[in-house]
């Protein structure tokens, strides 16, 4: 059974950071190809980043690129997303995700999904 538990949501004001982690088992950690979603409300879910089983591929949504970081830290079995300069468009329910495939940037190849953690940013 894959488990991915997200923590790291908050509030915070426009301009300020966040930084989102995702705790796996080890062997989810080295063997999925791992990503972040978001949902607003009223709006489909949508891709945000996602790194390579190796984390030598990155890849990010235009509107967060340059802002956000994806990173995998082999110690601790987790992902993590580091949000900077945060906008109030950047408001949603973030969900990590993990996929069997090497990278993957489309939500149909992720098969295992977190409970979500609540992004809200004040303009």
């Known amino acids: 059974q894959v488990q991915l538990v997200e923590s790291g949501g908050g509030l915070v004001q426009a301009g300020g950071s966040l930084r989102l982690s995702c705790a796996t088992s080890g062997r989810t950690f080295r063997n999925y190809g791992l990503g972040w979603f978001r949902q607003a409300p009223g709006k489909e879910r949508e891709f945000v980043a996602a790194i390579s089983t190796s984390g030598g591929s990155t890849g990010y949504t235009d509107s967060v690129t340059g802002r956000f970081t994806i990173s995998r830290e082999a110690a601790k079995n987790t992902v993590s997303l580091q949000m900077n300069s945060l906008m109030p468009e950047d408001t949603a329910v973030y969900y990590c995700?993990?996929?069997?495939?090497?990278?993957?940037?489309?939500?149909?190849?992720?098969?295992?999904w977190g409970q979500g953690t609540q992004v809200t940013v004040s303009s």
């Open positions: 995700a993990a996929s069997p495939a090497y990278y993957s940037r489309s939500s149909k190849d992720y098969a295992y």
